[in-house]
């Protein structure tokens, strides 16, 4: 078992900066990759980013280049820092861990960007 917690979420105006936080504990040893969803009122979960064991990272088109994705592997904490927000990054993100047979989700945390 694998649990996150999730921390950093609030409301920000539109071109600000925000930093999430995920901790990880329990199995985690097991965990292939890390990554951040989110999801808006009325609309599907989606991937937002995510980066593997490895190092290796993948984003959304719609955040490249805003949104950056690390992690700190003696913290088991991923990180999510994301600058020149705009509305529609308005959302609940989660964060979510891999393993080869399971995927983990976080309780959520919300992002309010106001124009």
């Known amino acids: 078992q694998v649990q996150l917690v999730e921390s950093g979420g609030g409301w920000v105006q539109a071109g600000g900066s925000l930093r999430l936080s995920c901790t990880a504990s329990?199995?985690?040893?097991?965990?292939?990759?890390m990554g951040w969803y989110r999801q808006a009122p009325g609309k599907q979960r989606e991937l937002v980013a995510a980066?593997?064991?490895?190092?290796?990272?993948n984003y959304a088109g719609s955040v490249k280049g805003r949104f950056t994705i690390s992690r700190d592997n003696a913290k088991n904490t991923v990180y999510l820092q994301m600058n020149s927000l705009r509305p529609e990054d308005t959302a609940v993100y989660y964060c979510?861990?891999?393993?080869?047979?399971?995927?983990?989700w976080g309780q959520g945390t919300q992002v309010t960007v106001s124009s």
């Open positions: 979510n861990a891999l393993t080869t047979h399971y995927r983990y």
């Open positions: 329990g199995s985690i040893f097991s965990i292939n990759a």
């Open positions: 980066i593997t064991s490895g190092g290796n990272t």
